[in-house]
């Protein structure tokens, strides 16, 4: 059964009241996915309105602000009368005249008396859940706020009650007779997108799963740890290891991007994978010692298809004094096993430069298949074009693939 708001004078359309709506499950959905808010009320009998933060708990609207504001200080005593305003803007509607323009919206309007809280267990409470709105588990995974800090936070609540939803959605509406006009008429849809996270200096930890949009599995590297390598997710603390392990010219004779001279340029590289990770397309973990914990090399999953269920192994570089050492064999072993066993890929491949010999040679010792040679498919740091030796693995071949790589790992 649907639960309605009851209409009151200010709640009341008077205009358009097709658009006026006061389902209650409406209604906290829209406050639910909003992130911030307007709040309005009156100070010396002048009008103040002022964008805030929320969070829904049953029918209770929560405001956080500071309690040497504006707001905080109006609602001392019995609290404050206030306006809350949520929109959401769904898409711009264009019509052939620019009075038909328009928009496609969802929003709230609360009206009522918001009470400050002084019990310092529901103020805790609903800062928790503000953290938790942010990202499903940011509580338990930051520091609660001391007495100090408690104390200088102000948080209102505002009863559901005078609640009235507004939507516009469909179309363009415009004049019978200007449907002949030359102009393009339509809608422009529009969405709130999370970009890539970027982690404060300092920061060692990788991307938590509860920020909003976080990457699948497919994206998202995990530590696998063998008995001559250890892969973690790669982050920008370890930039440094990796680019004294890496500061080799031969290391990066045939990587398709030119060699950082500065662990400052490094930096952009880590955060391109990075960037990828978040954008789907790419996993990238640091290759560390398993004995003395030193960054050795870097790898990662490129042109992650989810729908194909394939996905690239590259951008790999070890230090020069890994070379000819389990590092390599033991690092794909295991790339290859969370591709084909955890992920449940189909095909698996790699790129490399036709020139790279030992490339060629150390990808056809894990099984792969030399499918070609794509021409001219990239140009190199010094402008010559390259030509690119494409090698696959099929999920039909990874079984005998892996008891070789296993054997040729226990023999050594």
């Known amino acids: 059964m649907t639960v309605l708001y009851s209409p009151t004078e200010r709640t009341t359309a008077t205009r358009t009241r097709s658009r006026m709506h006061y389902e209650r499950d ?3 959905a829209i406050l639910d996915e909003a ?3 307007a709040v309005g009320f009156v100070v010396d009998g002048q ?4 964008p805030n933060l929320h969070v829904r708990v049953d029918d209770t609207l929560y ?3 500071s309690s040497g504001g504006r707001l905080g200080l109006s609602a001392r005593g019995d609290g404050v009368p206030v306006c809350v305003s949520v929109t959401l803007v769904d898409g711009l509607v264009y019509g052939r005249s620019q009075f038909h323009h328009s928009a496609n919206y969802r929003s709230v309007v609360v009206h009522g008396v918001a009470r ?6 529901e103020k805790r409470r609903v800062l928790n859940a503000l953290a938790d709105k942010v990202g499903h588990g940011r509580s338990a995974d930051s520091r609660p706020p001391t007495r100090q800090e408690l104390a200088q936070t102000t948080v209102l609540a505002l009863p559901l009650v005078e609640v009235s939803v507004r939507v516009r959605a469909g179309g363009v509406v415009d004049e019978p007779e200007d449907l002949s006009l030359p102009h393009w008429a339509g809608v422009l849809p529009l969405r709130v997108v999370a970009g890539p996270p ?3 200096q300092g920061v060692t930890v990788p991307t938590p799963g509860y920020l909003p949009g976080h990457p699948s599995a497919w994206q998202t590297p995990v530590v696998l740890e063998g008995r001559h390598v250890r892969l973690e997710p790669l982050t920008q603390a370890h930039v440094p290891g990796l680019f004294e392990a890496l500061d080799d010219e031969e290391v990066w004779r045939h990587i398709p991007t030119p060699r950082p001279r500065t662990p400052e340029e490094l930096v952009e590289d880590v955060a391109g994978v990075v960037r990828g990770q978040w954008l789907g397309k790419r996993s990238g973990w640091a290759q560390i010692d398993p004995v003395s914990g030193a960054v050795i090399g870097m790898t990662t999953y490129h042109d992650i298809d989810t729908d194909q269920r394939s ?4 951008h790999t570089m070890v230090g020069r004094k890994w070379w000819r050492t389990g590092v390599n064999t033991e690092a794909k072993l295991m790339l290859l096993e969370r591709a084909f066993d955890v992920l449940g890929a189909e095909r698996v491949f790699w790129y490399t430069d036709i020139r790279n010999e030992r490339s060629q040679q150390a990808i056809a010792r894990l099984g792969a298949t030399r499918d070609g040679v794509i021409r001219r498919q990239r140009q190199r740091p010094d402008g010559s074009w390259r030509d690119t030796v494409l090698f696959a693995m099929t999920a039909d071949e990874w079984p005998a693939a892996a008891r070789r790589l296993r054997d040729r790992l226990a023999a050594g």
């Open 198 to 200: 970027e982690a404060d």
């Open 35 to 37: 992130w911030d808010c």
């Open 116 to 121: 400050p809280v002084t019990d310092d267990s």
């Open 47 to 50: 009008p103040r309105v002022l």
């Open 63 to 65: 405001l956080h602000g």
């Open 26 to 28: 409406t209604a906290h």
């Open 311 to 314: 996905l690239g192994i590259g």
